[in-house]
């Protein structure tokens, strides 16, 4: 792993225990997987069971070795004893603190103005463009997929600020915006 992404992996709050299994950082790697594996947890639509064991399988572990362990021959037996282990667990309360910390792992801050850019719905899905995005600013492609999702995001801000692209939200924004909900 690159200095800087293992820097900013190691530096930031520690994942929660989902299903008894510590996840790991949330990266570009894991968005780009979940967004592959068409995991409603990043497509939207009703979450199964299966779907949160297959997103804890690929956040608990970096993307290449999840992506091993849904593919491995063994994976049938090793999510049938996975399955006994949590049958006691509230599953419900299970997927909704992964859904909780997901969200949470996109921090980078609003986006107030776009300079010269006319309003169009994206087509490319979301980890893709947060790659691209990366790779635009200089990031090699294999310290991109082990970045921190709101590191990239906020790096990619970030340089976009600096070329005059962006205004983003912030303490002067915020502290406007307070004022006028007061009056």
Known sequence: MADLAKILSETGPQAPVVLGVRLVPYTVGHAIVLQRL????????EIAPTDLVEAVTVCSQSPLES???????????VLWLWGKRIAKLNLLAESDKFHVWLKDQST??????????????????????????????????????????????????????????????????????????EV
Not at 157 to 175: C, I, K, T
């Open 67 to 77: 992506i091993r362990s849904i593919k491995s021959r063994w994976s049938g037996l």
């Open 108 to 181: 980078a801050p609003e986006v107030l103005i776009e300079a010269g850019t006319k309003s169009k719905a994206p087509a490319m899905p979301w980890p893709e463009r947060v790659l691209v995005g990366c790779l635009n600013i200089g990031i090699a492609p294999d310290d991109a997929v082990q970045m921190p999702l709101g590191d990239a995001e906020r790096l990619i801000l970030a340089h976009a600020e600096m070329m005059g692209h962006v205004q983003l939200w912030d303490d002067r924004s915020e502290a406007v915006w307070q004022s006028q909900q």
């Open 38 to 45: 068409r995991s409603p947890f990043v497509m939207g639509g």
